[in-house]
């Protein structure tokens, strides 16, 4: 990895040009201060510090990783040093109330500066990223006093957050879960238990970690419905919130992983851990549920960001390395032989991973302005509305993005030839890092299980029908501007895939009135369609921008320029024909027998 | 990684039972002793060596790796025991001719070696591997003093072998090489120059290392032409093959990869080496092409074993593990979740698995047995003939399964959720090491340039046409079968896509008479479609062969058991139900216009 530098124009393009973020800042409360001004400054600044600060960490990270000795985690070598700018600069409370020490600024500006952070050292970006979760679960169902307490100290960034969630025999389904809770006498619980994976459990970047630790209070129902949520502090802190004594939390160990090595994926022992009760009793399931919907969207952020390195990276290979003669003849007669981004091939790698970025963030900030709206929602109704139109794309965007994060990754390194597998170069880093993103927060499978069995069915096709509206919408608005004849190469085959989506789900549908294992069996397909087609929605949204931005007069001082604007029609039109056809295959898939799947006894998959 | 079986069934059933490979080996000299019970025993031997030596050695080589030193390069702990072993029981010279020490049996057989022990520990597999290379260049190119030298030490493997190609600015582009030869009044060459990645280049397995080098004879012309083969030993061999001076060779570096940790990639420089001209002045890289289609079948083993090792690791994994019930209800309702193979969508993982493997070993020991034929060819005709046909097969082979390979050990992975990203599992080495496969021996980008541009359209369709010929005999053969009724779900797609291929291929003329990059813009999609197709005609052959045997007798000894034919025709099922629609897409994408490739100005990639 010997580049990055933050997609500022790229950012800049989907939420001003794209999606006029400004006019949506001006609709929410937490956009008042979120000026144009405001919002480019924040992001100028977060691409210094992460241009210059996290990204030369991010290979250095990798190869020192974490390193644990007698209980303690230590993070490789500058990552205290960063994080203390990071909480100097008060980035970690950018997108959270001000009455808690927050900016108070709009979820989405956080956004851009996740995804400005995390695309510069992914495995940085996990400790205020893993902080994100707790602070999140604590404002919506922490006590006041709570709130006051360890919210204040989160948003500062001087305690650290973890999400306590998985046990070595349950990921996904919580119900086997077994840690259990003991209601002491003054009111708190005695935590008993032993979590796994939980990043950022412990780390020498922070004084204190507060632990959201998922647990069965003694006696409850078993299956998730008897599950509470709780608030296990590494150090109890007093009432001023000084440093108390320590609690009876440890780390057993952090595991070797295939990447993220600089993020420490520890094995948290609660021993009768002091613990307090977050939200109600017996919810803590919900509770948790209530944040997956912003957990997911950030972890979506590491397949687009792993894509944009990848590109970055491969881009500046492709220019300077020099291998042979395009078919066409040389291109560049007076060297030895031309550079490879003259060869069709690897233009075909590097658009791929261009245009898999392009539509993920695309996809990522129309994400995160949904989410906007939610925290802005003054009643519970119109709360639930967005939390559900949110819901829908979620797990297209976390399911779908990640799994192409992978591929231009791998993309990425193929660019490299050889070098590709040197760690040298850093790319086999980038696929090593965001291979584990498929996994966490919830597999590709429980992403497909999410979006058709309960976004499609069981919410009664809602929310699928208002996205085949916003579809339809794109069509019309192409139709009505100027640009419909350039549009038509787009919104055409938009409208084709459209029909075939909805064709998809009615064959599934039927299928599954007879066995309703044919809705497990679609999941993959069904969920891979889905991302073919909301990532052209997204390119032909993109290129009518580029098409309304190429015909305007130039006096804009916003303008990026027409060869960027060009660029994105021409990605727009490498996504339609050779990337989109791919989708075809997936309802293709569903059609087939179910059979084809269920048919082969359990015993004869491998006869030893 | 906790399991590995050798697949022998497996083998036993595409060798014996769909090629009939006894019957083949009356066909040539060195299958005079190649009985039934002769390989059987030799299966045997293997497996019980790859399962109890080799297969232990894979993760604990992995996490140890290769260390350089001053110069030495020591292999993980065991290896050099291993390999002692490798050279006491013969395994070397399995298949090289008796008068230079070698059991003289058929190519084929160690094929069928060399795909248990890639499976069981590739890493260690690279070292004999890389002999095998070095060997077949002295059989084909080699005096007969070079052969009584140098390639008996290498069949009895108290020496082993490199090949020497790669320079920093080269790789697939061999006419940039920099190395020099000087011619020593002694007939022997001076060489200097710097090779990279050359595997198996030092370590401390063998007494004497022979590299191969590739190196320009001072003044001689520039580019591919100009390059000549040398024999460079390490250490000076004496005229009785006793172990003289040291040759002024070094390893400068060992490589730190993604992956086969346990495998040296060397830096090795030539300053003034002692060299002796191998096969003809100037016909070098000629001399290198000639086993190039065997050293491509060998890296295309990576790619079948490294989807035979996921699949049987995740498989075990898959019945173990357990999570949530299937939407069709409990299938183990005395348990608290029913194990995840029971989910249809674990179930599309491991399918794919078990399709990718079982494809890539019939296509695998199809190729084995046409380089059986070109090992036996009496004149330079039949040789020729045998050879293009083999040289049709392999870019497939080579780089369809190595990509497949990739893609199942990734499946393999998710099958493990979390867990898979863990190293303890060893999934994600699996991953990694299988990561180098479509980028060595030449990536899938040449592979595709290989296939399109040269055996297919630089050979006037004459391969193409007789593999287009087999499949029509495929189809006409399960149509005078009693089992054509049975067949028809596979030989019927079968001819649809074939004609997709025809029509695909004439669609990329008529569109390189306009531009000749449309070529190289087609060449990874026909490859793709290409493998789809040719796995999709041996699913089919292995599917009727499975009938058949259902259909038979049971007094055969032969007999693999009915179960096991099932399961073969259920595998043939999800391939044709579920993977083979994906090639479609790319026959649709090769019609999409050159300009979505090439439109993009090298500028406007990335602005800044």
Known sequence: MKVFKSPIKDIQFVTQQVFDIDAHYKTIPQGAEATPEMVAAISQECAKFSENVLFPLNQSGDAEGCSFKDGQVTTPAGF????????????????????????????????????????????????????????????????????????????????????????SNCGSDLGQMKSKAVPSDDGSYRITGSKIFISSGEHDLAENIVHIVLARIEGETAGTKGISLFIVPKILPNDDL??????????????????????????????????????????????????MNTARIGTAIQGIGAAELAFQNSLAYAKERRSMRTLGGPVEPQQAADSIIHHPDVRRMLLKQKAIAGAGRAMLYDAAMIADKMMAATDDKEREAVDSELGFITPILKGF???????????????????????????????????????????????????????????????????NKRILNLYKRSLASPHRWQMMKFIGPLMGYQLRWQRMLLSILLAARKDRDAVGAATHDFLMFSGYLMSAYYWALMALTAFEKLAQKKSDSADLGDDFYQSKIQTAEFYYARMLPRAKSHSEIVRAKLSSLTAMAEKDFCLE
Chains 1, 2 share one sequence.
Not at 262 to 288: H, P, R, Y
């Open 80 to 167: 205290k040093e960063a994080y203390q700018q990071w909480v100097d600069n008060g980035w970690q409370g950018l997108s959270h109330p001000e009455e808690y020490g927050g900016q108070g600024l709009p979820l989405s500006l956080g956004v851009i500066k996740s995804e400005i952070v995390g695309t510069a050292n992914w495995s940085f970006g996990m400790y205020p990223g893993l902080s994100l979760g707790a602070m999140n679960t604590l404002i919506e169902h922490g006590t006041e006093e709570q709130k006051r307490g360890y919210l204040s100290k989160l948003v500062e960034g001087s305690w650290t957050g973890t999400m306590c969630l998985t046990e």
């Open 401 to 467: 993005f990640t799994e192409m994060g992978i591929e231009a990754a791998n993309e990425g390194m193929q660019v490299f030839g050889g070098h590709g597998y040197i760690k040298e170069w850093g790319m086999e880093q980038i696929s090593r890092d965001v291979r584990i993103a498929t996994l966490y927060e919830g597999t590709t499978g429980i992403q497909g299980l999410d979006l058709l069995g309960r976004k499609v069915i069981l919410d009664k096709f809602k929310q699928y029908g208002a996205v």
């Open 242 to 291: 000084s440093l108390g004594e320590a609690n009876q939390v440890s780390c057993g160990s952090i595991e070797h992983k295939m990447g993220i090595n600089g993020s420490a994926t520890c094995t948290m022992n609660f021993d009768g851990s002091k613990g307090f009760l977050l939200g109600e009793k017996n919810k803590g399931v919900n509770a948790m549920f209530t944040f």
